[in-house]
């Protein structure tokens, strides 16, 4: 493992916080477009997407306004300092890149193979790769050195890991596909909490309440620490939506869910806990692809 050459590693630390400590709550703004009807005109969410190609930016029109290339992406962060942060898997290798709105890279790791599947820039300024072609999480501090590395138990090379997150007492959160199992490790890589899925998992997030979101095949699950299932949606529950696959997604204030349907007939939507579906995207999966991950881009606060 290497990190990537010639990039400036001298940025200020505070500036790769993301615009928020908790991950996967967007930061509420009169500026998001209001839920639409089902099937009714609706605004798009500006948002950054990771598709199977390139990380693409969208504006409330639906407009791709900025793209730049990634080869297989599923997961993409914005940042506070206007960079975009991605994994990527080109040409035999793969890794993480921190991009600026100029198109340049100011920061990234690299690895020999594939894949990386997810990232997240930590609190301290460190980076979370999901190195699943290693069946590992690492921990990449700024200088590109590995600090930490947690090894998962499954060994797919590319489904070991999908979705992994920092959590707010410093455990990490993996998504083990190809097992498939949720698990939360300390840095030191013990397992201190692990749930069985009944689907290939995809996505997590771990909530106020202390409960669990996962993402994937079938559909989206709530978990409790005691590892019961206290609330689920299934693909026939949104059936108008064309699922094919339930990825990526994020949490908003008012505990709606926006998904990524990858693959899907609506690429992104919205429910609420009733199970209703109150806002579809304008886009098509003829334009997106089949994205996995994506980020929201408030039109006024700074992030997510």
Same mark, same amino acid.
């Given at each position: 493992m290497?990190?990537?050459?010639?990039?400036?590693?001298?940025m200020?630390?505070?500036?790769?916080? &993301?615009a928020?400590? +908790?991950v996967?709550i967007a930061?509420?703004?009169?500026?998001?477009?209001?839920? @639409?009807k089902?099937?009714?005109?609706?605004?798009?969410?500006?948002?950054?997407?990771?598709?199977?190609?390139?990380?693409?930016?969208?504006?409330?029109?639906g407009?791709?306004?900025?793209r730049?290339?990634s080869g297989?992406?599923r997961?993409?962060?914005?940042l506070v300092?206007?960079n $975009?942060?991605?994994?990527?898997?080109?040409?035999g290798? +793969?890794?993480?890149r921190?991009?600026?709105?100029?198109g340049?890279?100011?920061? #990234?790791?690299?690895?020999?193979?594939q894949?990386?599947? /997810? +990232?997240?820039r930590?609190?301290?300024?460190?980076?979370?790769v #999901?190195? /699943?072609?290693q @069946?590992?999480?690492l921990?990449v501090?700024?200088?590109?050195?590995v600090?930490?590395?947690?090894?998962?138990?499954a060994k797919? !090379?590319?489904?070991?890991?999908?979705?992994? !997150?920092?959590?707010?007492?410093?455990?990490? &959160?993996?998504?083990?596909?190809s /097992?498939?199992?949720?698990?939360?490790?300390? &840095?030191?890589?013990?397992l201190?909490?692990?749930?069985?899925?009944?689907?290939p998992?995809?996505?997590?997030?771990?909530?106020?309440?202390g409960?669990?979101l996962? /993402?994937?095949r079938?559909?989206?699950?709530?978990?409790?620490? @005691?590892k019961?299932i206290?609330?689920? &949606?299934?693909k026939?529950e949104?059936?108008?939506?064309?699922p094919?696959?339930f990825?990526g997604f !994020?949490t908003l204030?008012? @505990?709606?869910?926006?998904?990524?349907?990858?693959?899907?007939? $609506?690429?992104?939507?919205?429910?609420? !806990?009733?199970?209703q $579906?109150?806002?579809q995207s304008k886009l098509t999966k003829?334009?997106v692809?089949?994205a996995? #991950?994506?980020?929201?881009l408030?039109?006024v606060a700074?992030g997510?």
């Amino acid at each position: 493992m290497r990190p990537m050459k010639k990039l400036p590693f001298t940025m200020i630390r505070r500036n790769w916080l &993301l615009a928020a400590t +908790c991950v996967g709550i967007a930061t509420p703004s009169a500026a998001q477009p209001e839920s @639409g009807k089902p099937g009714g005109p609706s605004p798009m969410r500006p948002m950054l997407i990771a598709t199977e190609t390139q990380v693409i930016k969208v504006d409330r029109d639906g407009r791709i306004v900025w793209r730049t290339p990634s080869g297989v992406c599923r997961d993409v962060w914005g940042l506070v300092n206007g960079n $975009v942060l991605f994994p990527f898997n080109q040409k035999g290798e +793969c890794g993480v890149r921190e991009v600026a709105p100029s198109g340049k890279t100011v920061w #990234g790791y690299r690895i020999p193979g594939q894949y990386v599947i /997810s +990232c997240q820039r930590m609190k301290n300024g460190n980076t979370l790769v #999901g190195a /699943s072609g290693q @069946g590992a999480v690492l921990v990449v501090n700024p200088e590109g050195e590995v600090v930490h590395t947690i090894k998962v138990r499954a060994k797919h !090379r590319k489904h070991s890991t999908t979705i992994v !997150r920092e959590l707010d007492n410093g455990h990490v &959160l993996v998504v083990e596909e190809s /097992s498939r199992f949720v698990a939360e490790y300390t &840095l030191a890589g013990k397992l201190v909490w692990e749930v069985k899925t009944p689907f290939p998992p995809f996505g997590t997030a771990r909530l106020g309440n202390g409960n669990t979101l996962i /993402s994937g095949r079938d559909g989206i699950i709530e978990v409790t620490p @005691g590892k019961q299932i206290v609330w689920r &949606l299934t693909k026939a529950e949104v059936k108008e939506m064309g699922p094919r696959w339930f990825a990526g997604f !994020r949490t908003l204030p008012n @505990g709606n869910i926006v998904i990524c349907n990858a693959g899907g007939k $609506v690429p992104f939507f919205e429910v609420n !806990r009733q199970k209703q $579906v109150v806002w579809q995207s304008k886009l098509t999966k003829e334009q997106v692809g089949p994205a996995h #991950g994506f980020f929201l881009l408030p039109e006024v606060a700074t992030g997510e």
